[in-house]
């Protein structure tokens, strides 16, 4: 359910992928960006170091000071400690300029549900994998070691019937295309009943 009030006039849409470990948010909000050059992908924050081979854009990587730094100035929309290191959600500037590009932020339910608190206007599109099955072929294809893709599978479990509660949108990631192509039509829509228009 999304909510509008008047000062929200114009404002740029806040555009949550949301979705369980493994299921494709990150190879979806990667091609989306690149179809619509209207969209902007905000970066999480993490103080992990980077992976051999990872992009050097996969998030901004920093170290614990001025993560903490940032969070005191409130500068989260949501974050996490999850062993032994952070991850955040910046909070998105220029909210308030329609000419910039709209946002597209990826993250967990968790953190999904904390954003939607702070911005009830902020769409949520949930995605789903086709089936557990394929989901888990999914984690071992990119290489998630056994225990991780078992920890992650009893997670979808949990979060599950909590992301589809809260989501405006649910996509099943079968087909990568076919997927993008819907989430292309949901932000059209989107776009087109824009809080204020
Ligand atoms: N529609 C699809 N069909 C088949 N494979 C896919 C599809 N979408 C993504 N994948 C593959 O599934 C794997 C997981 O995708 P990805 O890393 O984007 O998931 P994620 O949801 O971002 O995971 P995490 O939350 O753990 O970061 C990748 O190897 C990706 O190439």
Not at 38 to 46: A, F, K, Q, V
Request: glycine fraction near 8%; hydrophobic fraction near 30%; include cysteine.
């Amino acid at each position: 359910m999304r909510h509008c009030s008047s000062n929200l006039a114009d404002r740029r849409l806040i555009i949550v992928v949301s979705g369980p470990g493994g299921v494709g948010k990150g190879t979806i909000v990667d091609a989306l960006v690149k179809r619509d050059p209207g969209l902007w992908l905000s970066r999480s924050w993490t103080t992990r170091d980077q992976r051999p081979g990872e992009a050097d854009d996969a998030y901004v990587f920093t170290t614990g000071e001025r993560f903490e730094e940032h969070i005191s100035n409130d500068g989260f929309l949501e974050w996490t400690e999850f062993l032994g290191n952070y991850y955040g959600t910046p909070r998105p500037d220029q909210l308030d300029d329609p000419e910039s590009p709209d946002i597209v932020l990826e993250i967990e339910v968790d953190g999904a549900q904390q954003v939607k608190q702070q911005y009830p206007e902020a769409i949520l599109i949930f995605v789903t994998p086709p089936s557990r099955d394929e989901q888990e072929r999914r984690l071992r294809g990119r290489g998630d070691p056994d225990d991780k893709v078992h920890a992650r599978l009893r997670k979808a479990e949990k979060e599950e019937p909590v992301g589809r509660a809260i989501a405006d949108h649910i996509v099943i990631n079968d087909e990568l295309d076919r997927t993008l192509d819907e989430m292309q039509s949901i932000i059209a829509v989107e776009r087109s009943r824009r809080c204020g228009r």
